[in-house]
């Protein structure tokens, strides 16, 4: 996973020392030993010199297993770039890359074969990396690989580094301290079927009658033409053109909006999971029909909107969503409003709300 | 290219680690098994991608090799290197079947490394020495390229690591500096760890070759025994010196040197006599000063320096010339010294032992008119034919009417007789139960080796009252040129009598046909054997300073035989300073070549990986890209550059031109690049296609200047 394309060295931050180091043998290093020892038993016991040449080399392995990668190690400097799987976010149960940026302050040593680990709280996970070579003075951007096993926004503190280069007699770690954060999406599902087909026709049905009612204002813009918006609506001349049927918008009228509302049930994690997922799909569906969306979760609420930041900050919403039941707001204007409830929960429809009860909605 | 050359370093340590064992045990039908099968082993699961053998398969063969492995030390009741080494080597042969993933090519590194160590415990000879020698960078490449392939193993993604070039040189400067600097340490931990303590402390697991001369024996039984030693191993070497100018290395003079003197003989069996009070002297000599058992050291003396290549611990022989008067060992030990045979056995620790001889020239004094007490061989056949031999000759065989003076007129007669009708063979022969050999020999077979010639002439001589006694050591025919001295093989073990002229004074007869004795132990001149001299020399030089390194050398090089400094740590004071004192005298070249040597030996394997490498290596990326088979693609490759840099944004070096397109974004130039790679690398697509994407390029360029 690493990209091995090296970045421009200069840069305006300092790199930042490591906040510890650690050496420790391994069992293989214990093997190491033993063997040696035994070279020296066997030389002693029979004499012979080519023993005595072997068990010194089995002392300079010694040695110089603990010297060379270990100076490596410490001029070792590593930054966090980010997550750069789709809208920042890692996947539950998926490959996914988080990107960090090392940098070899050593003006000589080049060093090889290190591991970079950071391990996500509570047991959720943990992001891994290897470097298998990095030249003196040079830096490297590496895509880390997350294996995450649960769904949440995690808070990252420290960035590990090790190697047991040369001889794998013994494990240097040092370590870094660094703040960040990891948004672990749950497993994606597909949600363009019947419920956003069910919940379309209201949407811009609401945003059509809106934009009929004013009709005052200046063309300034085509949309696609989706399911429910008149027919009479289609400008036709522009659909000749470009070949797909498209609608004009009109400044001065709304965007159609979409709130989900999210009923989670802090009980089943795995049921959890799909209503979020369910959601996020929702959310992803409305971005691409530039429908804006909102979310009602338990614990905090994003009103409607549009554009990527507002996305990202969406998902990262409802990745973080515990259980309760979300209140139900009354909004400004006619907004349509879309409740995924957990399917570990029991019947809670309300009038005038489309429900998905993930996952028999998907299916 | 990692796992490529990972793979290539493994089996190149592999098969030398395993050719290094079979070298040192000889065991050449373990390596026309071993070998083959490990390379076909290989050969397949490369072929196959890494498909290997069926798990139940691979442990029903390992549980088999244990098994056998196990009964085998049962039935030998001990522990063996010899059937740990060949169920070592069974595990290589099916680990080479059943190798996918590096911690497989780990696992057969360490077996390969375990052989070389049998090697190292089997046998000390320069061959397996080398192998280990050249294993060691092998072993040091394969592990450092291991710890890489298996980190990037882990994370299951093999494509996207191609580390940036300076990977390969960054390893080699890095391999090469800890390999020498382990030479180093090792070095210093060889001389600076005690020698002769504990020795033998866990009983006899080493192999054979440590501490033994081998060929020669102190008696001679007749009625036993094969065929007589064939073996060309060199066991010791003898060098003139410088003054008494060059041997003639074509056709060498003969030197026989003495190692035990046969006087005694019943059954078939030669032996020494026991020693009469005041017969032995046994001296602690002091390293580097002559021992003159005769009280004198006459001038016309003739100088050798003799170097057993691995006495025996004890009580060993010191093989010495004919009229040796003089003798001094370079270290200090015990000798005793039989002065009615003239004799010399050393006391002390195995290994390597040199010392100088002092040999007296021939003379040709009158014998003195008076006659040595002689003991009579009685055998009336013997007997028999001795007088009539003489009788035809014109000599008296009845010593008391015979003169003293014609004692070894007779005895050369008597040599002549035996060679003129009596064959040389190297076979024993075939000789009854209730026979006598000699008798047998002289009389009935008429054939047989050098023991029966000598024997056959110290009874031909005793029957008819001359003095005579057979000797065993070795003869010195054959001159390395390279050294100008003469090297003496466990082949070139020897029997021959000597002809007591007047009291005291022994003559050498040897009845061994000349051409017979030159035949075996001269031989001709030849490439191959001028090949093999050559390999001799360096083995000369491995044995005198690696393995030949002792307590007494140590000591010497550290300082420590005059001092009572058991921690060593004074003695390595010492060392240092000596060491200044031989690179202020001049000693600075020796220093500097032994550096360039242990260099040239990690370089010179480094440099055989390297060259593998680079012969078989695929052609990196970068080279290719070199290399291109048309110029209309040259041409698209330096426009599409062209055009990063008009967009300011120039690819920099290290990063593909995909990769830069990708980043850049522009639709044209990734596009272009995309077809471009395609051409390039896959073939078989219409220029038209492009052609078409290099127009794109170039409205992108002209889009941008005009912006």
């Known amino acids: 996973m690493t990209h091995g394309a090296l970045l421009n060295s200069a840069s305006d931050r300092r790199w930042a020392k490591p906040a510890g180091r650690k050496f420790g043998l391994r069992l293989t290093g214990l093997l190491y030993i033993l063997v040696t020892m035994l070279l020296v038993v066997a030389g002693v016991n029979s004499q012979n010199n080519l023993l005595f040449i072997a068990f010194g080399l089995g002392i300079a392995g010694l040695l110089l297993s603990g010297f060379i990668s270990g100076a490596g190690m410490m001029s070792l400097r590593v930054r966090r770039i980010g997550c750069t799987g789709a809208e920042r976010a890692a996947l539950v149960g998926a490959d996914s890359e988080y990107a960090y940026s090392i940098r070899n302050m050593s003006r000589w040593l080049p060093v090889f074969a290190v591991h970079l680990v950071e391990t996500l709280p509570e047991g959720a996970g943990e992001i891994r990396a290897f470097v298998p070579y990095l030249a003196a003075g040079k830096t490297v951007r590496i895509g880390a690989r997350i294996k995450a096993h649960r769904r949440g926004v995690f808070e990252l503190s420290r960035i590990e580094l090790w190697s047991v280069f040369p001889l794998g007699i013994a494990r240097k770690r040092v370590w870094h301290a660094s703040v960040g954060e990891l948004v672990v999406r749950p497993e994606p599902v597909q949600i363009q079927l019947r419920s956003f087909v069910r919940a379309r026709p209201a949407i811009h049905q609401a945003a059509t009658s809106r934009e009929q009612r004013a009709h005052a204002g200046e063309f300034y813009a085509l949309r696609g033409y989706v399911p429910g918006d008149p027919v009479r609506s289609i400008a036709w001349k522009r659909t000749a053109t470009l070949d797909k049927p498209v609608v004009p918008r009109f400044a001065g009228t709304p965007d159609p909006e979409l709130l989900i509302r999210l009923t989670l049930s802090g009980r089943d994690e795995a049921a959890d999971d799909e209503a979020v997922a369910a959601a996020i799909a929702l959310i992803e569906q409305a971005a691409a029909e530039q429908v804006g969306v909102g979310v009602l979760a338990a614990d905090s609420n994003l009103a409607p909107g549009s554009g990527s930041a507002h996305k990202r900050a969406l998902i990262r919403m409802l990745c973080r969503a515990e259980g309760r039941s979300p209140s139900l707001v009354s909004s400004g204007h006619r907004v349509q409003i879309v409740q995924v409830v957990s399917r570990a929960l029991g019947p809670q429809v309300e009038s005038d709300v489309t429900v998905i009860r993930s996952p028999g909605a998907l299916a | ?707």
């Open chain 2, 1 to 707: 290219m990692i796992r490529s050359l990972f793979e290539r370093s493994v089996f190149l340590t592999t098969l030398v680690g395993t050719t290094a064992y079979i070298a040192a045990s000889g065991d050449l039908s373990l390596g026309l098994v071993v070998i083959p099968l490990f390379i076909l082993g290989w050969l397949i699961t490369s072929r196959t991608g890494g498909k290997r053998l069926p798990r139940a398969v691979v442990l029903m063969l390992t549980g088999l090799a244990t098994a056998v492995a196990s009964l085998a030390m049962f039935a030998d009741e001990q522990f063996s290197v010899e059937t740990l080494a060949r169920f070592v080597a069974i595990l290589i042969v099916v680990k080479s079947f059943d190798r996918a993933s590096p911690r497989d090519h780990a696992q057969l590194i360490a077996l390969a490394l375990f052989l070389v160590l049998g090697a190292m415990v089997t046998s000390v000879q320069l061959i397996p020495g080398v192998l280990a020698l050249l294993f060691l960078p092998l072993l040091l490449g394969s592990v450092l390229l291991y710890h890489i392939d298996a980190g990037r193993a882990i994370l299951g993604d093999t494509a996207a690591a191609i580390p940036p070039r300076g990977f390969l040189r960054d390893l080699s400067v890095l391999g090469s500096v800890t390999g020498l600097i382990a030479i180093l340490i090792s070095a210093f931990v060889f001389v600076v760890v005690p020698r002769g303590i504990g020795d033998a402390i866990a009983g006899g697991v080493s192999g054979p070759g440590v501490g033994s001369i081998t060929g020669f024996t102190p008696e001679l039984n007749l009625t036993a025994g094969g065929t007589i030693e064939t073996d060309p191993e060199i066991v010791l070497e003898v060098q003139p010196e410088e003054t008494q100018g060059a041997i003639n290395a074509v056709a060498p003079p003969i030197l026989y040197l003495r190692g035990a003197v046969l006087d005694v003989y019943r059954d078939g069996r030669w032996r020494a006599s026991d020693p009469r009070p005041g017969q032995r002297v046994s001296e602690r000599m002091v390293a580097d000063v002559w021992f003159a058992p005769r009280g004198r050291l006459p001038s016309g003396t003739e100088r050798y320096r003799i170097s057993i290549r691995n006495a025996s611990a004890g009580v060993s022989p010191l093989f010495v010339p004919d009229r040796t008067i003089g003798l001094r060992l370079s270290v200090q030990g015990q000798v005793s010294w039989r002065r009615d045979l003239g004799i010399y056995k050393r006391d002390g620790d195995s290994g390597r032992l040199v010392y100088d001889v002092l040999v007296a020239q021939p003379t040709s004094s009158l014998a003195l008119p008076e006659r040595s007490p002689v003991e009579l061989f009685e055998n009336e056949i013997i007997q028999a034919l001795a007088e009539r031999v003489l009788r035809d000759a014109g000599i008296e065989p009845d010593p008391a009417l015979r003169p003293v003076e014609r004692d070894l007129e007779a005895a050369r007669v008597l040599r002549s007789h035996l060679s003129r009708t009596h064959e040389y063979s190297l076979t024993r022969p075939e000789i009854p139960f209730d026979a006598d050999p000699i008798e047998y020999f002289l009389d009935n077979e008429l054939a047989g080796h050098c023991e029966f010639f000598a024997s056959s002439l110290v009874a031909l001589c005793r029957t008819v009252g001359i003095s005579a006694r057979g000797v065993a050591g070795y003869v010195a025919a054959e001159v390395n040129p390279t050294t100008g001295g003469y090297v003496v093989r466990r082949s070139n073990a020897h029997a021959w009598a000597e002809i007591e002229r007047s009291p005291g004074e022994w003559v050498l007869l040897d009845p061994t046909p000349t051409t017979d004795l030159r035949e075996i132990h001269q031989p001709e001149t030849s490439v191959l054997r001028r090949a093999r001299q050559f390999l001799e020399v360096l083995e000369q030089a491995w044995v005198n300073s690696i393995v030949a390194f002792d307590s007494n050398r140590r000591e010497r090089l550290l300082g420590l035989q005059q001092s009572s400094d058991p921690t060593g740590l004074l003695g390595i004071a010492r060392f240092l300073e000596q060491l200044e004192d031989l690179i202020e005298e001049g000693g600075a070249a020796a220093l500097g070549a032994g550096l360039l040597a242990a260099g040239l030996t990690t370089g010179f394997g480094f440099g055989l990986l390297w060259i593998y490498t680079r012969l078989r290596r695929p052609r990196a990326i970068h080279e290719q890209w070199q290399r291109w088979p048309s110029e209309a693609m040259r041409g698209a490759h330096i426009e599409i550059l062209s055009a990063f840099r008009r967009l300011d944004d120039p690819k920099p070096d290290g990063r593909s031109l995909l990769k830069h397109a990708e980043l850049v974004g522009n639709a044209p130039l990734l596009h272009a690049s995309q077809v471009l790679c395609r051409h390039r690398f896959q073939g078989g697509h219409p220029e038209s296609e492009l052609s078409d994407a290099m127009q794109a390029v170039s409205r992108v360029g002209r889009d941008h200047d005009r912006t």
